[in-house]
């Protein structure tokens, strides 16, 4: 239990429609990541959050978003599905300035029809 | 792109040590050496990391040759529950509020053989 939980643990949406996964980081952790891993893939970095600001963004197009809240935990809202949106979505949480101890989720399974 | 080099899949029979190799030839003086695992419909799960020095934690070993070219994980009793993706991973720390990525290649399939 690395104490990061993710809502939900599956999803399944039509493309074209916009979806948002949820986060719970580990308590006291101020940073927050989500990463994208299809299937046979390796995680695929989308964003980082530190203190409610973005703080570096990987090559994803600006459909998926996010936002982090005063309590530190997030959200990660993807408009316009497509098929190839179908992935495990994972929050990561780290904590203090320049910590890269980073603790994952279980997941966020999405599967784009 | 995934600054290391790893084979793709090893077998380690239980209850010996498993030793997963990288290759890291173009990591830079400030890049730390990040190891973590991924098991079956799970996040991945950092283990240890180090910089020049050997490290030893609860969970594994990591040695780091001189010229920090090359790294070994290694796992001293391989049990079943240490069947997963084992990912290698540079990464610059920073002292502080910078961004950082982990940028995950593939990695090692490990799989544990009773």
């Known amino acids: 239990e690395t104490g990061v939980t993710q809502s939900p643990t599956h999803l399944i949406k039509t493309r074209g429609q916009q979806v948002t996964l949820r986060c719970s980081s580990q308590s006291g952790h101020n940073t927050v990541s989500w990463y994208q891993q299809a299937l046979g893939q390796g995680p695929q970095f989308i964003f980082q959050y530190y203190r409610e600001e973005e703080n570096g963004r990987g090559n994803f197009p600006p459909r998926f978003s996010g936002l982090q809240f005063p309590n530190y935990s997030s959200e990660l809202n993807v408009n316009a599905l497509e098929l190839d949106d179908s992935a495990l979505y994972l929050c990561a949480s780290s904590g203090g300035q320049g910590a890269t101890e980073a603790f994952f989720g279980q997941g966020t399974r999405l599967t784009v029809v | 792109d995934a600054k290391t080099t790893q084979p793709p899949s090893m077998d380690c029979a239980e209850g010996r040590a498993a030793n997963l190799p990288c290759n890291h030839s173009?990591?830079?003086?400030?890049?730390?050496v990040y190891w973590y695992r991924q098991i079956h419909s799970q996040g991945p799960q950092y283990i240890i990391h180090?910089?020049?020095n050997n490290e030893t934690n609860e969970m594994a070993s990591l040695i780091i040759t001189e010229d920090r070219k090359s790294s070994t994980l290694i796992l001293p009793h391989a049990t079943l529950r240490d069947t997963a993706v084992y990912y290698c991973i540079v990464l610059e720390r920073y002292s502080g509020a910078g961004s950082y990525q982990l940028t995950f290649g593939k990695g090692t399939k490990l799989s544990v053989i009773p």
């Open positions: 173009t990591i830079s003086g400030n890049e730390y």
């Open positions: 180090g910089l020049k």
